[in-house]
């Protein structure tokens, strides 16, 4: 198993923990270790204002990064997880709001599960940023892989 297989599979343990009714937690990682880690939660933070949220909803993505010394974010990548209530994985793409914090951030790599089961996980993957012909990375480079 490849480090982003069992980054991704960490990420969906985690978010089975979550206590929220919707099951999603978020992994950073620098390389192979995980550095922070984050679970969709109803409340805020003091530091969501300078990331551009000003909701009271804190994202997974969000609290994930909230955890972590910001100036070591740059060229990291971030493992997101969701879980329906029977434990097979969901659709856990960040939002545009994050994908704009983790820009600002300095991440650079998003792996996010979409479906499959527990045990053989489907996932997408993308760079955060623009692309050459001035397109969002965020809608052009998304590759669903299952392997």
């Known amino acids: 198993m490849d480090r982003h297989h069992r980054l991704l599979h960490l990420t969906l343990k985690h978010a089975a923990e979550n206590p929220h009714d919707t099951k999603m937690a978020a992994i950073v990682a ?85 479906g499959g089961t527990p045990e053989n996980i489907e996932f997408g993957t993308y760079r955060v940023g623009y692309s050459k012909g001035g397109g969002d990375a965020y809608r052009d480079q998304t590759t669903v892989r299952n392997d």
Do not use: W
Not at 48 to 63: D, G, I, S, T
Not at 66 to 93: E, F, H
């Open 30 to 114: 620098i390389g192979s270790k995980p550095i922070s880690k984050g679970y969709n939660q109803v409340k805020s933070h003091p530091k969501q204002k300078c990331l551009f949220n000003p909701r009271r909803l804190l994202h997974a993505e969000l609290a994930a990064i909230i955890g972590c010394n910001l100036d070591a974010l740059v060229g990291a990548t971030i493992y997101v997880a969701r879980r329906y209530m029977n434990g097979m994985p969901a659709l856990a793409k960040p939002c545009p709001m994050c994908h704009e914090i983790l820009l600002a951030v300095g991440i650079k790599r998003v792996y996010y599960t979409i």
